[in-house]
């Protein structure tokens, strides 16, 4: 599945498009940095509350090519500056991190 398809699919606010036809095959929810550095698996989608440049960061340490950010929370334009530079598309839900991930669960398998 695409970032794009990803998109739709989960009615997703797109903050920051710069990765859209990217393949992902795996998602990594966490809302601790180090956690997300140490075992996110590279390629993943990055579900967490972290709104902020250094999560931008992490992404790129971990060749993740889009960020889910969860509760509708605000998203800093340093934080999509930073995305649009290193090509990570951000985008935002009002689901949390427990049904955004369930839902990207059962579309992935299903592929």
């Given at each position: 599945?695409?970032?794009?398809?990803?998109?739709?699919?989960?009615?997703?606010?797109?903050?920051?498009?710069?990765?859209?036809?990217?393949?992902?095959?795996?998602?990594?929810?966490?809302?601790?940095?180090?956690?997300?550095?140490?075992?996110?698996?590279?390629?993943?989608?990055?579900?967490?509350?972290?709104?902020?440049?250094?999560?931008?960061?992490?992404?790129?340490l971990?060749?993740?090519?889009?960020?889910?950010?969860?509760?509708?929370?605000?998203?800093?334009e340093?934080?999509?500056?930073?995305?649009?530079?290193?090509?990570?598309?951000?985008?935002?839900?009002?689901?949390?991190?427990?049904?955004?991930?369930?839902?990207?669960?059962?579309?992935?398998?299903?592929?």
């Amino acid at each position: 599945m695409t970032i794009k398809q990803m998109q739709e699919k989960l009615n997703l606010e797109g903050v920051s498009l710069d990765s859209e036809n990217s393949e992902i095959t795996e998602v990594y929810t966490s809302d601790l940095l180090s956690d997300i550095m140490g075992n996110a698996p590279e390629n993943s989608v990055l579900v967490t509350i972290q709104a902020h440049k250094n999560t931008v960061a992490v992404a790129t340490l971990k060749e993740s090519k889009a960020i889910i950010i969860c509760n509708n929370r605000p998203i800093p334009e340093d934080m999509i500056e930073a995305a649009k530079s290193e090509e990570i598309s951000i985008f935002r839900t009002e689901m949390n991190q427990y049904q955004i991930s369930g839902k990207l669960y059962s579309l992935i398998e299903s592929i």
